[in-house]
């Protein structure tokens, strides 16, 4: 246990799913899992247990921003021998070619925060994710016939319309080519490249920067079922 994990060892399983909604982790092991039982509810950050297809899988939820997704995975990379986190979460849409609805593929983190200050690194760091996570992603997306797009993604401390800067101080990421600003990614891969781990973001647009379309609460949670039907099937592949 630590003191925001409840779960004892052997609760988790190797590879976890991790958005960063308490009621989306809740979603999935209702929807999606077998025999699924709550394993950490502390602080309501809501943690599972369950089978997918005759695999353990596992799915917490992080919170929301950087800090709290690299405590989470932190924890349970170093403490719970967690081999992989799939994170599942929603993004604005930098880009005007991605649809809506559309899956975004995490190839590497750009941020805005000062995470990565702690590794004392001599450089800026860009993480990336896990190559084969990406690859069998990838394939199921193509399976499944949703529409993907891989890239960079931006990583902000600053939820876009409330930035003081200004609320298109995201353009400029547009223009250097990230497809997606979401908040967590970026620690996450920081994170998992400390600890030698792996790690993949695949994030659901449910918001467009450039066009201001965005999903009604509604239709959000539904809208994320081809998301996390991708990262169970990631999952259990790389089980």
């Not at 502390?42 to 695999?55: A, F, P, S």
């Not at 539904?222 to 790389?238: C, H, Q």
Request: with cysteine; net charge negative; glycine share 10%.
């Amino acid at each position: 246990m630590t003191p925001h994990n409840r779960a004892n060892k052997g609760d988790i399983a190797p590879i976890v799913l991790a958005p960063g909604d308490p009621l989306r982790a809740k979603l999935v092991a209702e929807k999606f899992l077998t025999d699924a039982r709550l394993v950490t509810d502390v602080r309501n950050v809501l943690g599972y247990t369950g089978l997918y297809r005759g695999k353990e899988v596992s799915v917490l939820s992080t919170g929301m921003g950087g800090p709290s997704a690299g405590i989470y995975s932190y924890e349970l990379f170093t403490e719970y021998d967690v081999e992989a986190i799939i994170r599942i979460g929603t993004c604005g849409g930098l880009q005007p070619k991605i649809g809506i609805g559309a899956l975004v593929f995490a190839l590497t983190a750009s941020t805005d925060s000062r995470w990565a200050h702690q590794y004392n690194l001599k450089g800026t760091l860009s993480p990336s994710c896990d190559a084969s996570l990406l690859l069998e992603a990838v394939a199921q997306a193509k399976e499944m016939g949703y529409e993907h797009h891989l890239g960079m993604v931006f990583s902000s401390d600053l939820f876009s319309s409330y930035n003081a800067l200004g609320e298109n101080s995201w353009k400029a990421w547009a223009r250097m080519g990230a497809l997606a600003q979401d908040m967590e990614s970026y620690a996450l891969y920081a994170t998992a490249a400390w600890c030698g781990k792996r790690a993949l973001s695949i994030l659901t647009m449910t918001d467009s920067c450039v066009t201001h379309e965005g999903l009604s609460d509604e239709r959000r949670m539904t809208a994320l079922y081809p998301m996390v039907s991708v990262a169970l099937g990631t999952a259990w592949e790389a089980l």
